[in-house]
């Protein structure tokens, strides 16, 4: 099993910067894709960005040039780097691990930010 704990949301001014971190635990050397997705009020959860199976980093349209996903192995840890923020980016960010087929997934950290 992996353990997945979120940690550095907050309320923010538009255009200003937040970083989330996924801190993970267990099985980490499963883990073979790793990332965020969010979750905006009365809409669907969808991808932010990802580290793929492949090697690939992958970035929602909407994060490409504001958000860095980067990460730190000796931490076990996946940063997301959010620049230029905007009102449209609130959300619960929740870092997501998977190992297999099998999705995990932690409690997720809210983000708002104000206009």
């Known amino acids: 099993q992996v353990q997945l704990v979120e940690s550095g949301g907050g309320l923010v001014q538009a255009g200003g910067s937040l970083r989330l971190s996924c801190a993970a635990s267990g099985s980490i050397f499963s883990i073979n894709a790793m990332g965020w997705y969010r979750q905006a009020p009365g809409k669907q959860r969808e991808l932010v960005a990802m580290f793929t199976s492949t090697g690939n980093t992958n970035y929602a349209d909407s994060a490409k040039g504001r958000f860095t996903l980067s990460r730190d192995n000796a931490k076990n840890t996946v940063y997301l780097q959010m620049n230029s923020l905007k009102p449209e980016d609130t959300a619960v960010y929740c870092c997501?691990?998977?190992?297999?087929?099998?999705?995990?997934w932690g409690q997720g950290t809210q983000v708002t930010v104000s206009s």
């Open positions: 997501y691990g998977r190992v297999g087929i099998r999705a995990n």
